[in-house]
């Protein structure tokens, strides 16, 4: 996420990768998937990511870490609205596991805590 670019977040997908997450459920176009990491890069301009812990093997890795960043740009939710700003701060929590294969992700599931996100938003109370 520190890298602030779509294209190289991409650059990590094969052509026919496919993304699970807690708001966005599975995502199988690649053009949809650089568009939610697109919302995020886009959204949270000073965004970073500390990892706590990362492991890899048998053609397998995952990560735990958190997530950082203030919400200072539009940002597209699933549902196809876009929400305004809120420049709200947010940390939360996340973990990925993705399964590679010839140095390409081709199945990444990424774990968060929605209702946080949400609450840290200022969407839900």
Known sequence: ?????VDLVMS??????????PDAGEIKDRNQIAAYWGQFIEGFPDASYRYLSKIEAGGKAVDEGWF???NTEPVKLPSGET?????KHIKMRSCDVA????????????????LDFQRQMGLIT
């Open 1 to 5: 996420m520190e890298a602030h670019s």
């Open 12 to 21: 990590m997908y094969s052509d026919d990768a496919v993304l699970s997450t």
């Open 68 to 70: 950082e960043g203030t």
């Open 83 to 87: 929400m305004p700003p809120t420049g």
């Open 99 to 114: 399964t590679v294969e010839d140095g390409k992700v081709v199945e990444h599931h990424l774990y968060f805590d929605e």
